[in-house]
């Protein structure tokens, strides 16, 4: 596998910036990572592809100063022509650049532009997109981003059909002994974080149930887990 999985855990929790209180964005994500988060879910929204504006560029890069070269960053552009702003990304620090296939009509040049800046490759998909509409790519990625909520908000509620999705490309993976990984994101919380365990997933995005309302991100890391060990 391509990424290091963190000790005695097998799915690496991935929380969801978006989530976090913007006045205290760095705060915020530097507490996240001390609190067991594995790496960041940088969401940038344009208000074409999705309804709704967030981060951009100089955000991403003053977070990369911020938390120093180790930190993970993980930016997901749910963007048009993401091809178009794939490079000024990774400069500004992401290590991990996922596009939308819906969004990009020249995916496979997409993918190999992501990968010639250094940065490691994820493909998302909506909820009402055909799986068969990434076969094509998955050899030449490292994940697969699947949305098991319609993008543009957080806070929304998982959609059910998206665990059998997930046990559909978890098979189609395996029987064909590729070492892509499946990470999911949105409404995921503590009545669905097992389902999507155990339907194969490697990664969780986690956002409102991630960062309480009590501030206690600990707390929540712990929450979190016990629904994974159960």
């Known amino acids: 596998m391509l990424y290091a999985r963190a000790v005695n855990r097998s799915i690496r929790l991935s929380p969801s910036l978006l989530s976090a209180n913007a006045a205290t964005l760095g705060a915020d994500a530097a507490a996240a990572l001390a609190a067991g988060g594995d790496r960041l879910h940088y969401d940038v929204m344009d208000g074409r ?33 993401p091809e178009r702003y794939v490079e000024a990304f990774a400069k500004a620090g992401a290590n991990h650049i996922s596009v939308h296939v819906e969004a990009s009509p020249h995916l496979h040049r997409t993918i190999q532009l992501i990968r010639a800046c250094g940065a490691h490759v994820g493909v998302a998909i909506n909820p009402a997109t055909p799986l068969q509409s990434l076969y094509e790519v998955l050899d030449s990625i490292d994940t697969v981003l699947m949305m098991t909520v319609n993008p543009g908000f957080g806070g929304q509620q998982y959609i059910p059909q998206s665990t059998a999705k ?30 999507v365990a155990a339907a194969g997933v ?24 016990a629904r994974l060990d159960a």
């Open 49 to 81: 592809f999705v309804p709704n504006i967030t981060f951009g560029m100089p955000v991403l890069a003053h977070l990369r100063s911020a938390l120093g070269p180790t930190a993970y960053l993980d930016a997901h552009l749910m963007i048009v022509e």
């Open 166 to 195: 997930i046990r559909t490309l978890r098979a189609y993976i395996d029987a064909n002994g590729l070492s892509t990984q499946i990470q999911v994101d949105g409404g995921i919380a503590l009545d669905t974080i097992a389902t």
């Open 202 to 225: 490697d990664d969780v995005v986690v956002g409102s149930a991630f960062f309480r309302a009590d501030g206690d991100l600990q707390r929540s890391t712990a929450a979190l887990q």
